[in-house]
Nanobody, 120 residues
Framework: QVQLVESGGGLVQAGDSLRLSCAASGLPFNNYDMAWFRQTPGKEREFVAAISWRGGSTSYTDSVKGRFTISRENAKNTVYLQMNSLKPEDTAVYYC?????????????WGQGTQVTVSS
């Protein structure tokens, strides 16, 4: 059974930093692309960042470029999202997602999410 468990969310002030973690189990992590999405009430889930199975390729939504960094540690089956210079508009539930590498664009597995709240 595949499990993605996010952690590291919390309440911070604008300008602060947080690091989210997502621990994966039940899948061959080294063969999976990983991503972070976020969602606020009443809005669709939004792509934030992704990293390829080997970690050699990353992508970001424009609003977080230069502030967020996605990384992975395959030995620990974990993907991270380092979030710096946080803004109130970054407030959301952040979800980890996984998909088999080179097998299409659908993100097949999702975590339960972790809340990030940024106060002004």
């Amino acid at each position: 059974q595949v499990q993605l468990v996010e952690s590291g969310g919390g309440l911070v002030q604008a300008g602060d930093s947080l690091r989210l973690s997502c621990a994966a189990s039940g899948l061959p992590f080294n063969n999976y692309d990983m991503a972070w999405f976020r969602q606020t009430p009443g809005k669709e889930r939004e792509f934030v960042a992704a990293i390829s199975w080997r970690g050699g390729s990353t992508s970001y939504t424009d609003s977080v470029k230069g502030r967020f960094t996605i990384s992975r540690e395959n030995a620990k089956n974990t993907v991270y999202l380092q979030m710096n210079s946080l803004k109130p508009e970054d407030t959301a539930v952040y979800y980890c997602a996984a998909r088999p590498a080179m097998a299409g664009i659908e993100w097949r597995h999702w975590g339960q999410g972790t809340q990030v709240t940024v106060s002004s």
